[in-house]
């Protein structure tokens, strides 16, 4: 398979060519007739070379993150597997972890090792659309806060001639969103007969902890009110735009296409729909307006839902419709929303507080906030 860099090259050496007969061009910008079937046929050939570049590069990506959930690097050399092997001892039996390979946490316990903690990260993205859409941050040091790049309006830009007078212009208005990241922590128990006796009990135990953490925190991505926890998209209603579906405790066939056109364009590249799978039943039910009700709203063409073209995903924590609730949510996530990490979860094996149980504290950093704020548009089922 070719790799993106390569058609990525041939594609810039196409542009060169390109530009080289558009230099051709006489004043009244008018390319010489010689030269306009072969300036066509480049640019048709450059747009191929841009999509197969873009497609491979996504299979790349695919590729790579295949190989952090096998716990693989690139180039095809096995990961070695000795610190995630001492980890599941120690979740097991309290084994210490080598002193060469260990990563502890400062509260005591270890660390989950990357491999182990990429694989797992990779199930919950499967599962939770704002953690797989969200733009991440690792946050790091002892500052638990980031303050987001956002520029809130455009610069002012004026003309001149060549040798006029320039006056003073105003600077783009730039606001600092702040992630701040917040400790998500479980306390699970179990006795040493039920963690000898259960064949792979230590796998579990941490994917249980691992998965509950995140889980909870992708409920705070959704409908998170900010207080000690991630201020979710669902309830920035004061940061996103918002519109009104029409209808008190209800959504109509119309809302869908005056927030796909609300959205400004340069997001509708990225942008995707996500709500409950309730609220997508009574979406699909549906049909286009105008269309004599024959077409349907939603196409379920391949069995991954779309409206308009865009993606559906189907958010659990998202609320239902309600009079006082804001169902469903359209834009870039990506742009529009961040989500900050700022320690993986880690363990502690506590045998002695709680016997006969083993103790086992599961402790993550995270947030969540706002972004973009003009990246996503909320609908709330309601006239007023």
């Given at each position: 398979m070719i790799d993106s860099r390569t058609l990525e090259d041939r594609a810039a050496r196409l542009q060169s060519q390109v530009k080289a007969i558009t230099r051709m061009a006489d004043r009244d910008g008018a390319i010489p007739e010689s030269k306009r079937d072969?300036?066509?046929?480049?640019?048709?050939?450059?747009?191929?070379?841009?999509?197969?570049?873009?497609?491979?590069?996504?299979?790349?990506?695919?590729?790579?993150?295949?190989?952090?959930?096998?716990?693989?690097?690139?180039?095809?050399?096995?990961?070695?597997?000795?610190?995630?092997q001492e980890y599941l001892e120690y979740l097991r039996a309290g084994t210490p972890m080598a002193a060469s390979i260990t990563t502890t946490d400062t509260n005591g316990g270890y660390l989950v090792p990357e491999p182990l903690h990429a694989e797992l990260i990779e199930k919950i993205r499967e599962i939770d659309p704002i953690v797989r859409l969200a733009h991440r941050f690792d946050l790091s040091g002892g500052d638990t806060k980031m303050q987001l790049p956002f520029k809130a309006t455009?610069?002012?830009?004026?003309?001149?001639?060549?040798?006029?007078?320039?006056?003073?212009?105003?600077?783009?208005?730039?606001?600092?969103?702040v992630l701040e990241a917040f400790d998500?922590?479980?306390?699970?128990?179990?006795t040493q007969t039920a963690v000898d006796s259960i064949p792979g009990f230590e796998n579990m135990l941490l994917g249980w902890i691992v998965e509950d953490i995140w889980e909870q925190a992708g409920v705070d991505f959704a409908v998170g009110d900010g207080n000690t926890k991630a201020?979710?998209?669902?309830?920035?209603?004061?940061?996103?735009?918002?519109?009104?579906?029409?209808?008190?405790?209800?959504?109509?066939?119309?809302?869908?296409?005056?927030?796909?056109t609300a959205l400004?364009?340069?997001?509708?590249?990225?942008?995707?729909?996500?709500?409950?799978?309730?609220?997508?039943?009574?979406a699909s039910a549906f049909t286009y307006p105008g269309t004599g009700n024959t077409t349907p709203l939603v196409d379920w063409t391949g069995g991954e839902p779309k409206i308009l073209g865009k993606p559906v995903y189907e958010s659990?924590?998202?609320?239902?419709?309600?009079?006082?609730?804001?169902?469903?949510?359209?834009?870039?996530?990506?742009?529009?929303?961040?989500?900050?990490?700022?320690r993986t979860p880690g363990i502690l094996r506590d045998p002695y507080t709680v016997t006969p149980?083993?103790?086992?504290?599961g402790l993550a950093r995270i947030g969540g906030c706002p972004w973009d704020s003009q990246a996503v548009l909320l609908l709330k089922s309601n006239d007023a």
């Open positions: 072969e300036l066509m046929r480049l640019t048709g050939e450059i747009g191929s070379l841009e999509q197969l570049a873009k497609e491979a590069k996504n299979a790349e990506l695919a590729e790579l993150r295949a190989i952090v959930r096998n716990g693989e690097p690139p180039m095809g050399h096995a990961y070695p597997t000795a610190e995630a455009h610069g002012a830009v004026a003309n001149a001639t060549e040798t006029g007078a320039r006056s003073e212009q105003d600077a783009p208005t730039f606001t600092s969103p998500y922590y479980t306390d699970q128990r179990a201020a979710g998209l669902f309830a920035a209603t004061a940061t996103y735009p918002t519109m009104l579906s029409g209808a008190a405790g209800a959504i109509e066939a119309e809302n869908f296409l005056e927030m796909f400004h364009p340069r997001y509708r590249p990225g942008a995707a729909w996500l709500m409950t799978s309730a609220t997508l039943a009574v659990s924590s998202a609320p239902e419709i309600g009079a006082a609730n804001y169902p469903v949510a359209f834009g870039d996530v990506g742009a529009g929303y961040a989500i900050g990490l700022h149980y083993i103790r086992y504290y």
